[in-house]
Nanobody, 124 residues
């Protein structure tokens, strides 16, 4: 089994930056694609960015140019650098990983490991 724990959330002003971290433990050798999702109040959870085991990443249009996903396989970590934050980025951010899927992340398909989330609040 794999456990994912997010950290780095908090309160930031519009235009500010945060770096989210996701630490994986357990059978980490089994993790293939990983991704960050977010769920804003009253909305469904949505994909933010995904990255496969070789480091190729893809970001949703809403965060492209502002957010960057990266991973450190040696340290079993995944990061989300968030710059130029906007109030609409306010959400609980979740880290997820797959034990078998290792292609472009376009949804929650294949994700079988989930963290409990970290809250990001962007004030206007």
């Amino acid at each position: 089994q794999v456990q994912l724990v997010e950290s780095g959330g908090g309160l930031v002003q519009t235009g500010g930056s945060l770096r989210l971290s996701c630490a994986a433990s357990g059978s980490v050798f089994s993790i293939k694609a990983m991704a960050w999702y977010r769920q804003a109040p009253g909305k469904e959870r949505e994909l933010v960015a995904g990255i496969i085991s070789n480091g190729i990443a893809r970001h949703q249009d809403s965060v492209k140019g502002r957010f960057t996903i990266s991973r450190d396989n040696a340290r079993n970590m995944v990061y989300l650098q968030m710059n130029s934050l906007k109030p609409e980025d306010t959400a609980v951010y979740y880290c997820a990983g797959s034990s078998w899927y290792d292609d472009t992340v376009e949804s929650e398909y294949g994700m079988d490991y989930w963290g409990k989330g970290t809250l990001v609040t962007v004030s206007s």
